[in-house]
């Protein structure tokens, strides 16, 4: 399938999904997460319209940035774990972090974010299944992390991410969605003022849009399988 025509496919799914949510397709956001692929696949596909770019390791976002640099618009978010000493790189050269999921994290990345750009977009990592292999902060501890995120001057706290334990069946992979979405209704409740829940990938984005998802981040449904 062509870029153009796996980013139609995945942008019809998004709209199917957001009508039957009684939602606006506009309030949803496509990432497409390049994962391993390379820059020549992404110019296609912002060639054909996408403009926010998701990757998961700090060194090949920035080749691919520096690939694509001639390209206008081009929104950058880190999704992947993040290191203490990767903290700058991402601080300099992206949008958004979707990632955080300890304090010292955030610090870092407000201390290191270039006093002329506007603040880094980011969004609290939760381990909403709560799998010890998994990055991500419990639920129980997000409300913490978004107190001390949100006192920090060059980072902007927009919202809160997951990546759930695969379900078997549509309703079980909306349980763990619907769980991050009422933990960011109790953070806006608390005075937070967020307007993103990045949930849903390939395999389940109805779900996520179907419980609120504003940001779904797709890799294999526009590139294919994983090289």
């Known amino acids: ?15 199917a999904a957001a ?3 009684g939602r606006d397709p506009e309030t949803v956001r496509l990432l497409a997460v390049g ?15 996408q403009k926010d770019f998701g990757e998961n390791y700090v060194q090949e976002a920035l080749d691919k940035m520096s690939a694509l ?20 790189a991402v601080a300099e050269a992206f949008h958004w972090v979707h990632s955080v999921d300890r304090l010292k994290i955030a610090k870092r990345l407000s201390a290191q974010r270039p006093e002329q750009l506007p603040p ?41 991410m997951c990546l759930p334990a695969p379900a078997p069946d549509a309703e079980s992979q ?6 991050l979405r009422r933990l960011q209704e109790a953070l806006i409740r608390q005075g937070h003022t967020l307007d993103t829940l990045s949930m849903g990938m390939s395999a389940d984005l109805e779900a996520a849009i179907l419980e609120g ?5 797709i890799g294999s449904a526009l590139f294919g399988p994983r090289d």
């Open 1 to 15: 399938m062509s870029s153009k025509k796996s980013l139609a496919h995945v942008q019809n799914r998004i709209q």
């Open 19 to 21: 009508r039957e949510a």
């Open 213 to 217: 998802s504003t940001l779904v981040r």
């Open 35 to 49: 994962k391993s692929k390379p820059a020549e696949q992404l110019r296609r596909l912002a060639e054909a319209g």
């Open 174 to 179: 909306r349980l763990a969605f619907r769980q």
């Open 69 to 88: 640099a001639d390209l206008e618009d081009l929104i950058w978010h880190f999704i992947g774990p993040l290191q203490s000493n990767k903290t700058r």
């Open 120 to 160: 880094l977009n980011i969004c609290i990592q939760v381990n909403i299944s709560e799998e010890a292999q998994k990055a991500g902060i419990a639920p129980s501890e997000t409300a913490a992390l978004a107190d001390a995120c949100a006192k920090l001057p060059r980072i902007r706290l927009r919202g809160l």
